[in-house]
């Protein structure tokens, strides 16, 4: 491997994140849109925005497999990078729900794997040359913030541009993706090493045996049941915003806003993790979120961006708390099955009830009930799953007494 300075690794990883977040900036928040403008109803716009988290399900945990498996993980995060460069095209198909259908999972197979592939990367490059992630991932945050109103811009004039921009974001992406070093070999099991371990060592079937801490399981909870509220956000507010009399350049501009109250956290957050708990910090996430969701039920401008700027203590946290703890307490030649099983749990499981719940609340009940319906859901499942995890660390305790 090249020896780079510190320095140069830390800008590659910078861009890195960066251009991932860009390139999902210049078509993800205006694709639901897209669909209505196209004519498709709340139910079918719920099925699509679901097979991107089908896909972090069926699809994603393969290519987390191929890249801890092969050691080989520039490769593979260089194939989904490329890969979803020339599928987004698919979506000049056509504008009916099929082609939407088709386009949508040809997108998925590969985008979906992007972020937890290099996270898995930038997380583990990190701690080996003792750099901060949370600088690192001010990247993507800056990132957004800035091209999501550009995006906007251009897409208020022709929509079907977004799909154009996107692939660009994608390629410069990939660019940098390979000006990564070689992987490093010692990081990878060899399959005759495997085969020879004996059954006590060898992991398990299933994939949650290779956290080293049973906490993940609270973690893991808090960040399905944020990521219900957070998919129903992404997936509605800017048809709720597009209702209210909003144009695409307005969403562009509070999706700006969301990306840039993520800096004071991200700024912030290890030196929160070093006096709390992260079981803790996702339990008031949760509520937050909540609070986000009935905001945008004010119908002005003021809510929207109020509820916006809540989106960093909503989802910032959860997402760097579960991400660093899982790079911490899982082994390095797992690293890419662990952030897998995070982006399983929102961008998969979390996901697909978001959305499907959520059009089907919106359908049935207007998008205004719809917002106050899932504000209940969040803070009712949230509450009781804090109250087992309280009952749960009473147990340990009086064990550990005992």
């Known amino acids: 491997m090249n020896k780079l ?30 669909f209505a403008k196209a004519g498709i109803n709340a139910v079918e716009i719920g099925i699509l925005l679901t097979i991107g988290p089908i896909s ?37 198909i056509g504008k009916t729900f099929l082609s939407f259908f088709i386009a949508s999972t040809l997108l998925a197979v590969f985008s979906t794997s992007i972020v937890p592939l290099s996270d898995a990367i930038i997380l583990r490059s990190a701690n080996k040359n003792q750099l901060d992630f949370s600088k690192i991932r001010m990247g993507g945050t800056v990132g957004y913030a800035i091209f999501v109103i550009f995006a906007g811009i251009i897409v208020k004039r022709n929509s079907d541009l977004a799909f154009i921009m996107g692939f660009i974001g994608f390629l410069i992406l990939f660019i940098f993706v390979r000006l990564l070093p070689k992987d490093d070999a010692i990081e990878t099991l060899p399959k005759k090493e ?15 045996h290779i956290f080293e801490s049973k906490q993940i399981y609270f973690l893991l909870a808090f960040a399905f049941i944020s990521q219900v509220g957070l998919s129903f956000v992404f997936s509605f507010q800017s048809v709720y915003m597009v209702h209210m009399g909003f144009s695409t350049q307005t969403i562009g501009i509070t999706g700006s806003i969301a990306a840039i109250s993520e800096l004071p956290v991200l700024f912030l957050m290890n030196r929160v993790l070093n006096k709390v708990s992260p079981t803790k910090i996702t339990i008031l996430a949760c509520f937050i979120l909540a609070l986000r969701i009935i905001t945008v039920t004010g119908e002005s401008l003021f809510f929207v ?13 959860i ?3 579960c991400a660093v703890f899982i790079s911490k ?13 995070l982006a ?32 209940i859901l969040i803070i009712t499942v949230a509450g009781l799953t804090a109250l087992l995890q309280y009952i749960y660390q009473r147990k340990q305790k009086t064990v550990i007494n005992e």
């Not at 495997?194 to 949650?208: I, N, V």
């Not at 307490?329 to 099983?341: D, H, L, R, T």
């Open 5 to 34: 300075s510190n320095r140069k690794i830390s800008l590659n990883l910078f861009l890195i994140n960066a251009f991932i977040y860009i390139s999902f900036s210049q078509y993800n928040p205006f694709l639901a849109p897209y």
């Open 344 to 375: 399983l749990i929102q961008t998969g499981l979390g996901s697909i009830v978001g959305n499907i719940l959520g059009g089907y609340l919106v359908d049935s009940y207007g998008l205004k009930t719809a917002f106050v319906t899932m504000t």
């Open 305 to 317: 961006i109020l509820s916006q700027a809540l989106h960093g203590l909503s989802f910032m946290t």
């Open 319 to 321: 997402y760097f708390c």
């Open 329 to 341: 307490n899982v082994k390095p030649e797992n690293q890419s099955k662990g952030q897998s099983i």
């Open 194 to 208: 495997y085969l020879h371990m004996d059954r006590e060592t060898k992991p398990r079937g299933s994939l949650l």
């Open 56 to 92: 972090s399900i069926l699809i994603q945990p393969i290519w987390a497999i191929i890249s801890d498996r092969t050691g080989k993980r520039r490769e593979v995060l260089s194939v989904v990078v490329l890969g979803s460069a020339l599928s987004i095209f698919s979506y000049y």
